[in-house]
């Protein structure tokens, strides 16, 4: 979108005013980075926490890379839902078809292919199988005109009944040996896995905060009839965000099959649930029109971290759903607030 401005001689505007568009662009900038502080110093006290009540076994360098390595795929699913979550929609089907793609992916037919030709085969079989999911998502909403938490929570339910079908409810082991070496392995002492999470997270940043597509994205989640009369196709640029979304679920699954060397119906079980809520704690407006990728992979590091703590210290699961409740209430209100704030200086 251009934006068209006039000197401040031709309004009337003092020579030394500010635009009313770069002061709301600024305070905004600073919301942001005051909110990712706040994440920031939670973590560090979680840190913190986890130190003291595990010494010396919970800073080693291993936990910290089986915290990332754990983070990775959740950190990747999160990103695409940031996508989604910015337009002001939901997808509730990422989890699922992380758990077809696993499937189809290590089908015997797919790995009869990739021992024949290359590991990547299954890489992208699962990709391709999460960028179609999210097409049909993104076509479903924006021309069937659907809500996305129907259209969403119908493919939820097919995605799991199709993967069941295609794998017969079993566990499918993956055979190929390059694929599963090249997922455990390391680059500069960070696991394959920790590097794919950052590259993506890198391309997200960058397409959400340096591109037009980032902007539109933007603009469709603040006002979609405001950015239709800007020029901005919006039945057309949901298709593209949910393709996004499929995508990285597509690429998540990948990550979950080199971490477990496994396809499974299972894969992914409510993974939407703690993308959604590593999404809203990281800063993203439910309602649409802000977000923030770093605030994102923050909400992921916490909720890993949390889960780190709480399983070195033997505490129970049900303890830890609680504390993960109240975390995402919590980061509601502080949206809420910070939303009011920003309505109120605009």
């Known amino acids: 979108m251009s ?10 505007a003092p020579p030394n005013a500010v635009p009313a568009h770069t002061q709301t662009t600024s305070r905004r900038g600073n919301g942001s980075f005051v909110r990712n502080i706040g994440l920031v110093v939670a973590l560090i006290l979680l840190i913190a926490v986890g130190v003291v009540t595990s010494g010396e076994r919970f800073a080693s360098v291993d936990n910290l890379m089986t915290i990332l390595r754990l983070a990775s795929a959740m950190g990747v ?10 337009t002001g929609g939901i997808d509730l089907s990422v989890g699922a078809v992380m758990g077809l793609s696993t ?29 179609v999911c999210g097409v049909i998502n993104g076509v479903i909403i924006a021309y069937g005109k659907v809500v996305a938490f129907i ?4 493919m939820m339910v097919a995605s799991r009944g199709l993967a069941e079908i295609i794998s017969n409810r079993q566990t ?9 070496a090249f997922m455990r392995d390391s680059f500069l002492g960070i696991p394959n896995l920790v590097w794919i999470m950052i590259v993506v997270a890198v391309i997200g940043w960058f397409i959400m905060n340096r591109t037009t597509f980032g902007r539109r994205t933007i603009a469709v989640g603040g006002n979609p009839e405001a950015a239709r009369l ?18 990285t679920a597509g690429i998540a699954a990948v990550m979950m099959l080199g971490r477990t060397n496994s396809g499974s119906s299972t894969t992914g079980y409510l993974y939407e649930l703690d993308a959604i809520a590593a999404v809203v704690v990281g800063g993203t ?4 029109g802000r977000g923030t990728i770093v605030g994102t992979l923050l909400g992921v590091l916490l909720f890993t971290t949390l889960t780190n703590v709480f399983v070195q210290n033997n505490m129970s699961t049900s303890a830890q759903a609680v504390a993960k409740g109240v975390i995402i209430v919590a980061a509601v209100l502080l949206q809420q607030q910070f939303a009011a704030r920003e309505k109120a200086h605009t």
């Open 3 to 12: 934006e068209t401005t006039t000197s401040p001689a031709s309004n009337g």
């Open 77 to 86: 699913l999160a990103i695409g839902m940031t996508f989604v979550i910015t």
């Open 103 to 131: 499937v189809w992916a290590t089908t015997l037919a797919t790995q009869t292919m990739a021992q024949n030709s290359t590991w990547l085969v299954i890489a992208a079989t699962a990709i391709i199988v999460g960028l």
């Open 151 to 154: 259209a969403t929570l119908a």
């Open 172 to 180: 499918q082991l993956i055979k190929v040996k390059e694929f599963t």
């Open 230 to 247: 800007a020029g901005i196709n919006v039945r057309r640029h949901l298709v593209y965000v949910y393709a996004l979304c499929g995508t």
């Open 285 to 288: 407006l439910l309602v649409g």
